[in-house]
């Protein structure tokens, strides 16, 4: 009787909760966002990867000719043989770019468009190449006959096809395979001084008692509110063939390795300095005391103590530095000279070869490290286990005369060390003509006379961190209060977060190619987007949008999901706890979203360089430009500008938050 009684309990239909209105609209709005990932960053990545296996080879086989001077048509030759004896052409190798062409009145040195002589050509089989007269693209085989004058304008096409034509060219192309190897060194050599001296750092903060250690950390987060380019141009006015302080190189060249990683350090510090600071905040006293008691020496304590406790925080800040510094382009371009690296091979394909192809081929490989070093960043977290216990006494160092004094002079260095080079690019904006005239003038900030866009582009940054900020907030905090508190649909969520993680993987300078692709395609009907404000704000929305989704999701965890079925059990509207309870208890992470997207935006160059137009030049890309056109003084006044907005924006943000902490967080406190 029991046994049939439990194979009947265990017959009994699984009964599933019923979906609400209000889950069905959650899962209404992550489908929304969910489509915005997909055609904002899958889609366009696929473009880039489709478009680096394109191959064009030209068919000349397929073309044949016949010329008429006067007594008939003559013999019937393909353009291949009479492209035999032409010195310009390579028979033997016919690959081709994408825009490539080739004049067939190259075929006769004897050509004159004011000669009578009439021609005809045609394809010998249907092409999908063919050949172009007069704008036409004519690929059937009817013979095409033209005057002299008609057929100076005709122009063959190269064959389009598919495969890894691409990628053997590039790793058969020493020049470019040697970029890898470039960027893998600098990108090591950074990792490990920048991470060794954010530990040291991170240390003076958290295991000593020296003054101002608020100070130096608000100093050591001023190199996130300038664009990475700046550095690279102080270190030309410090080091550069006519700087300040040329001669501590010793003879050697900025303009290189040792250039590019000094800026690298710069702009990577306080990234690494972040996650080793919050490592190192959250250990147990109790271990300390326990080591003391045991009468270890302090050396001993740091290694079998200190640092196994932070060794996941230096793992990740050693990953999140190293995927910066091989992304990232500003410093390559400023400082890197002859020192090839691949965020440089794209920009050169692109934009001086307009080889696309070849860039597309090059950003796939920029992914490869790129997307290695982020999962093994996320397979080590996972891995994480946590330091603390409901039982644990937080740390509190002790005063040591010696330590506190070594570690405040360390902190001054690397504090003159930031404010220097900030300090050399103000000084340089404000002086006539370096070094021979070296009185204080504004002329520097007359933008309008100079290459880059004027003071238009200044205010497009501002427009488009205005926009970004509250455009990207609104949706991304949003889509992370749909994924942590929505209720089953368990894959859809799944998925969504699969996506909202993938851009950190994804380098600004790849995803900004892949634009070109998706956006610039004539049969998108998203093509009206290219080259206006919104397909800037859009990729970098999309760019930064994982460490926003983060900080979201981070808050969203805080709360208790008893909110949302009180909520349903009063039959409220999810929309109303959302507003009334959820929104103001994570005001906090909100605006962190909000200066993170704004700051960003305003200091981004990789992600947005291949998609401005002249209407939408903004003061970063001002400041490459500047640059590229010699004028080093007016880009260093243009970056400092940056740096005195986003450094406005970061106190009115303190000052905000401070003031809506007690009315909204009142909770938080005892």
Request: charged fraction near 15%; glycine fraction near 8%; aromatic fraction near 12%.
């Amino acid at each position: 009787m029991a046994s049939g009684v439990a194979e009947a309990g265990s017959a009994a239909p699984r009964v599933r909760p019923k979906i609400s209105r209000d889950d069905w609209l959650m899962r209404a709005f992550m489908g929304v966002i969910g489509l915005y990932l997909l055609v904002t960053l899958a889609f366009p990545l696929y473009a880039m990867f489709a478009k680096s296996l394109d191959s064009y080879r030209f068919d000349l086989a397929n073309i044949e000719l016949q010329v008429d001077k006067g007594e008939g048509w003559g013999e019937s030759l393909s353009a291949l043989e009479l492209a035999g004896p032409v010195e310009a052409i390579d028979t033997e190798d016919l690959t081709a770019r994408s825009g490539e062409r080739i004049a067939p009145t190259d075929f006769f040195p004897d050509f004159s468009f004011r000669s009578e002589t009439r021609y005809r050509l045609r394809n010998i089989e249907p092409s999908r190449g063919g050949f172009l007269v007069g704008g036409k693209v004519v690929t059937e085989t009817d013979w095409v006959e033209l005057s002299s004058n008609e057929f100076r304008r005709v122009l063959i096409r190269p064959e389009p096809g598919r495969g890894l034509g691409n990628y053997i060219e590039y790793f058969s192309t020493p020049a470019l395979f040697h970029s890898i190897y470039n960027s893998l060194i600098i990108a090591g050599i950074t990792t490990v001084i920048t991470v060794t001296l954010a530990f040291a750092f991170a240390y003076a903060l958290t295991r000593s008692c020296m003054a101002f250690k608020g100070l130096f950390k608000t100093i050591a987060m001023v190199p996130i509110l300038v664009p990475s380019l700046l550095p690279g141009i102080a270190l030309v006015y410090l080091f550069g063939n006519q700087g300040m302080i040329k001669e501590l190189l010793f003879g050697h060249s900025i303009y290189g390795p040792i250039g590019i990683v000094i800026a690298s350090v710069f702009f990577t510090f306080p990234h690494a300095l972040i996650i080793i600071l919050t490592a190192l905040s959250i250990s147990d006293a109790r271990l300390y005391e326990a080591a003391t008691a045991l009468r270890a020496p302090k050396t001993r304590i740091f290694w079998t103590v200190t640092l196994p406790g932070a060794r996941y925080g230096l793992i990740s800040a050693a990953f999140v530095v190293f995927n910066l510094v091989i992304t990232d382009f500003g410093v390559p371009k400023v400082i890197g000279g002859q020192f090839d690296v691949l965020s440089l091979d794209i920009y050169k394909q692109v934009i001086g070869q307009q080889n696309f192809e070849m860039g597309a081929v090059v950003s796939v490989v920029l992914l490869i490290p790129a997307l290695a070093a982020f999962s093994v960043d996320r397979a080590v977290q996972k891995k994480q286990v946590a330091l603390l216990s409901s039982r644990a006494v937080p740390y509190q160092p002790s005063p040591s005369w010696r330590l506190d004094t070594a570690m405040f002079g360390y902190c001054c260095l690397v504090g003159l060390f930031i404010l220097g080079l900030l300090g050399v690019c103000q000084f340089a904006a404000l002086i006539k003509f370096w070094p021979y005239d070296l009185s204080f003038s504004l002329a520097n900030y007359n933008f309008d006379v100079m290459d880059g866009g004027g003071w238009s582009s200044f205010t497009n940054s501002i427009q488009l961190g205005l926009y970004t900020a509250f455009i990207g907030t609104c949706v991304i905090f949003v889509g992370g209060y749909l994924v942590e508190k929505g209720r089953g649909f368990l894959v859809g969520r799944g998925a969504f977060q699969l996506l909202a993680m993938m851009p950190m993987a994804i380098p600004g300078m790849v995803l900004g190619l892949a634009y070109i692709f998706f956006f610039n395609d004539p049969d998108n009907p998203l093509s009206f987007l290219y080259g206006t404000m919104a397909i800037l704000v859009i990729c970098t929305i999309t760019h930064f949008y994982t460490v926003s989704h983060l900080t979201g999701v981070t808050a969203l965890k805080q709360m208790d999901p008893e909110f949302e079925s009180v909520s349903a059990s009063l039959k409220q509207p999810v929309t109303k706890v959302f507003l009334r309870v959820t929104v103001p208890v994570c005001l906090p992470a909100i605006f962190d979203i909000w200066i993170y997207l704004f700051v960003n935006a305003m200091t981004t160059v990789s992600a947005v360089v291949f998609l401005y137009s002249p209407d939408t030049s903004l003061a970063s890309i001002a400041v490459l430009n500047m640059d590229d056109a010699g004028d080093i003084a007016p880009a260093a006044a243009m970056g400092m500008m940056i740096f005195y907005v986003n450094a406005s924006m970061r106190l009115a943000h303190a000052a905000i938050t401070a003031r809506l902490q007690g009315r909204t967080q009142a909770w938080r406190v005892r």
